[in-house]
């Protein structure tokens, strides 16, 4: 079946202008990465395409601190493993002007090179960006480049140019020996840091491509390194994964894809206060509010792991839960409900999240976009599902 999805790259979209399509990796059926490559000639980087951020980035040449190009390979890191291993034992000499520790999670990344693009833009200095995730951040400066949605191989991509991006010179170390090599926001303007418009609304007014996109994530279990994830189609609908539309819900803040739900269920557990939610492709479980998370919990037969808050599940356990948006109930089924961590270690998948008030209670993030393909209609400001084919 993923074989077969993987060879049909047509775009079928009504629409006026063609969708581009992007092929999707999978990691663990907890990281979805898209190929992307910026710059003339193109420089390759494998992203998250974000639906929870608005700003592009990847890591710089100067993130891994200045430091030779033969230094930057794992056996020339400080100490003996550098004594005995790096071919450079002036690599193993710590520089004044080098962070504590010397290794840099930008290690064993591609890097993008200004200097080799002929169409690259400085941009003004002194801007800098800082972006904040849950899981991690990244800084740096930012530059004007054209930016390829899709890898350098792949037919029917979108090519955009004019993109301003973040130069990335220093990232959390959650990053490192991760397949993370940058992310692409796929959000609204309003959550954009330094006011930088978001790559994708660039497209769109440029008239490149229509004001939609559709997302189809594919499971493939815990054993997943890479292969065949899924589909992005920007500019349209996906008719080769994804049946008819459900439904569209309009959006009730255009920064998130932000959405109201009425209800969810599990188990014998049902509660109708109804909340505010995100639709979001760079989250690997659904974040939900703690209280109800652990009621859910319960529902299921689930045991909450303080250490590293998670709730261990039966990895054969048949659950489901019911997410009640507009007039339609969306069911989660156990395939992608249920998440393997490791040998005969399973979760459910979803985890207790917090909030002050503002900004959205839950977040669904790649299990409900597994169970369902997603629309995301800008110029609409709406979401729609569809069940995949």
């Known amino acids: 079946m993923e074989q077969t999805k993987a060879r049909i790259w047509t775009a079928n979209d009504n629409d006026s202008k063609s969708a581009r399509l992007s092929q999707i990796h999978d990691y663990e059926d907890l990281e979805y990465l898209g190929d992307i490559t910026i710059g003339t000639p193109p420089q390759s980087f494998r992203v998250v395409l974000d639906t929870g951020s608005a700003n592009l980035w990847v890591p710089d040449i100067k993130c891994v ?8 390979q794992s056996r020339c ?8 291993l790096c071919p450079d034992k002036s690599c ?9 520790g010397g290794e840099s999670p930008c290690r064993d990344k591609n890097l993008f090179n200004s200097v080799k693009s002929k169409t690259y833009v400085k941009v003004d200095p002194k801007v800098m960006f800082n972006i904040t995730y849950g899981t991690g951040f990244a ?25 301003v991006f973040g130069q990335a010179v220093k990232i959390a170390d959650f990053f490192a020996d991760n397949p993370v090599g940058g992310i692409l926001g796929l959000g609204f303007a309003k959550l954009a840091v330094e006011e930088v418009k978001p790559p994708l609304q660039q497209a769109i007014d440029l008239g490149l491509v ?7 994530l594919e499971h493939n279990g815990f054993s997943a390194q890479g292969e065949f994830g899924g589909t992005f189609t920007y500019g349209g609908l996906d008719y080769v994964n ?8 309009k959006l009730t803040v255009a920064a998130y894809w932000q959405f109201y739900m009425k209800a969810f269920s599990a188990g014998y557990l049902t509660i109708k206060k109804g909340w505010e939610v995100i639709s979001d492709t760079g989250t690997s479980l659904l974040g939900v509010p703690a209280a109800i998370a652990g009621m859910a919990a319960d529902a ?8 590293y808050e998670i709730y261990e599940i039966d990895c054969v356990a048949n659950v489901t839960v019911d997410l009640t948006i507009g007039d339609h109930v969306y069911t989660l089924e156990g395939e992608n409900l249920v998440v393997q961590l490791g040998d005969d270690f399973c979760v459910v998948a979803m985890f207790p ?37």
């Open 210 to 216: 229509d004001p939609i996109f559709t997302v189809f």
């Open 353 to 389: 999240m917090g909030s002050g008030g503002f900004g959205p209670q839950w977040i669904l993030g790649d299990p409900f976009i597994r169970q369902y393909c997603n629309i995301y209609d800008i110029g609409n400001k709406q979401i729609g599902f569809a069940k995949p084919i």
């Open 92 to 100: 193993c000499e710590k520089k004044e002007t080098e962070d504590d």
């Open 242 to 249: 994804c049946g008819e539309v459900i439904a569209y819900e």
């Open 139 to 163: 800084s740096g400066f930012l530059g004007n480049d054209t930016l390829r949605f899709g890898g350098s191989d792949e037919d029917e991509t979108l090519i955009v140019p004019g993109i």
């Open 77 to 84: 890191d400080y100490g003996m493993v550098c004594e005995v």
């Open 65 to 72: 601190q200045g430091r030779k190009e033969i230094c930057r």
């Open 300 to 307: 299921l037969g689930c045991n909450f792991n303080r250490l």
